[in-house]
DNA sequence: ACCTGAACACCGTTCAAGT
DNA sequence: ACCTGAACACCGTTCAAGT
C-alpha cells in the first residue's frame, strides 16, 4: 500500500509545477484571471488551461460557472475591511465599510457585474452582512428596517461600481455618442436636459459619498409601511 | 431606370415572405426573442436566423451586439408611461413613472440587465429624463441636485428589477442555498443575522415602493457637496 | 451598397472512457 | 473518486467574394 506522503512526492517528481486540483486552486485561479483580464477572463475554459487541464476537470469541484462566480466574489469579500470601533460614529464607520466594499468591487474589473448577478452567502459576505446591521443598530434603526436599509445600501454600491467600472471599459466613442445627444436637444423639447447641459453626462465619479448620504438620510426617515 | 414601386413588386413577388432588412426590423426581432426566450435570446446569429440570413449582414445596420442592446433599451423605453399632470401631486407622479419604468424593464427577463450595462442615449431616455427632471423641479428640488438625483433613481430601479429578474430565473436551489446559510449562523456568531432569520431574505417583492420613498426622501434633505 | 458563406477564435456543458 | 479527450451546441466578429 502506497501511503499519501509517498504518492504525493511521486506526483511532484513528474510534474513539479502542477498543483492538485480543489476548489479553493481554482477560485484562486480565477480570481488572477478576472484581475489581469477582467470580466473576459473569467471563463471556466481559462481557467482550465491556466491550471493545465481540461474544462471538464473542473466540474468535480465546481457545479457551473454560476457557482464560480458566486464562490470568487465571496473570497473578494474577504478584503472588505470592517471599520474599528474608534473610527469615528456610526454614521462615518457605515459609510467607511461601504466604501471599502464599493473599492473592493472596482479593483477587480467586471466584479461589480458578477456581484450583481449572483446572490451571494459565503461567510464573508455573512461578516460584512452583520456589520452593517450592527452600525444602523448603533444608529438607532431597528432591526427589521435595517434589513431593508442594508439590501438597499449593497444594491445601491454595486449598481454605482459596475456603473463606473462600466464607463471605464467602454470605449470614449460610447461616451461621446451620449454627449452628443444631451448636447443636441433643443431648448423647446426637453428645456431641463437643455439646462443642465454637461452637468448630466459629466463628473460621475464623485458622486457615490453624496449617493450615501442620501440613502441613509432617506432611510433613518421613513419608516417600513 | 427603375422607381422604388416597381422595385418593391418585383422583391415581394420573387420573396414574398422576406422583409428587407433594417435597422428597425433587426431591433423588432431582437425585441421578440427577448420577450420569449429572455437574455439568452438576445444573439446576433438568433436575430439573423430568425430574419432568414446570416449573421454577417447584420453588421451593414448595427456595429455590434452593444449598439444591439441600446437600440432595444431606448425601444422598449418608449412604453413607460409619463403621468399626465392630473394623477396627483409630483411625488406621486414621481413614484408613478419610476414604477412604470420598473415594470418595464421586468416585462422582458434580461432587460433589466442590458438596462444596467449599457449607456442609453436614445429618444425615450431622453423623454424620461426630461419628465424625472421637471417632477423634482416641481418638488422644490435644484436642477444640479436633480441632476444627480435621477441618476440615483434610474439606477436604483434598474438594479433591484435586475435583482428580481434574477430571483426569478434562478433555480429554487439557489435560494434554498442562501436561507440555509443565513439559518446556520449561531447567535453568538452573528446575533443580528440569527435574531432577522427568514426576514433577511423573503419578500423581497414589495420593497421597491419603499426604496422609492427612502431615495426621494433622502434627495429632499441632501445638498450637493 | 448590400448581402453572403465560410472561417476564426472563442464559449459552457456532457459523456464515455480511462486510471 | 478523479481526470481526460472529444464532442455538442452554441457565441461575436471578420473577410473575401459575390450581386
Known amino acids: 500500500m502506497i501511503s499519501p506522503e509517498s504518492r504525493r512526492i511521486v506526483s511532484r517528481r513528474t510534474r513539479p509545477a502542477k498543483s492538485p486540483l480543489s476548489q479553493e486552486a481554482i477560485v484562486s485561479t480565477a480570481l488572477e484571471l478576472l484581475s489581469r483580464e ?11 488551461a491556466a491550471l493545465d487541464t481540461g474544462p471538464a476537470s473542473l466540474y468535480v469541484y465546481v457545479a457551473d460557472l454560476n457557482e464560480l462566480h458566486v464562490l470568487v466574489l465571496d473570497r473578494v469579500l474577504g478584503e472588505v475591511e470592517l471599520p474599528p470601533e474608534q473610527a ?9 465599510l461601504l466604501r471599502s466594499y464599493f473599492g473592493v468591487l472596482l479593483a477587480r474589473p467586471g466584479l461589480a457585474q458578477v456581484a450583481l448577478s449572483t446572490i451571494p452567502s459565503g461567510p464573508n459576505m455573512m461578516a460584512l452582512t452583520e456589520a ?18 442594508i439590501d438597499l445600501l449593497l444594491l445601491q454600491t454595486a449598481a454605482v461600481a459596475a456603473e463606473q467600472d462600466n464607463r471605464r471599459s ?16 433643443s431648448a423647446e423639447q426637453h428645456p431641463n436636459i437643455h439646462a443642465l447641459g454637461d452637468e448630466l453626462v459629466s463628473g460621475k465619479g464623485d ?19
Open 88 to 96: 469615528g460614529d456610526w454614521r462615518n464607520r457605515l459609510k467607511a
Open 132 to 149: 452593517l446591521l450592527s452600525l444602523l443598530a448603533e444608529g438607532g434603526v431597528d432591526l427589521r428596517r435595517a434589513a431593508w436599509a
Open 170 to 185: 467602454q470605449d470614449e466613442s460610447e461616451l461621446a455618442r451620449v454627449a452628443e445627444a444631451v448636447h443636441s436637444v
Open 207 to 225: 458622486r457615490h459619498d453624496w449617493a450615501l448620504d442620501v440613502l441613509i438620510n432617506g432611510v433613518l426617515s421613513t419608516p417600513r409601511p
Open 38 to 48: 477582467g470580466m473576459a477572463g473569467l471563463s471556466l475554459r481559462k481557467v482550465a
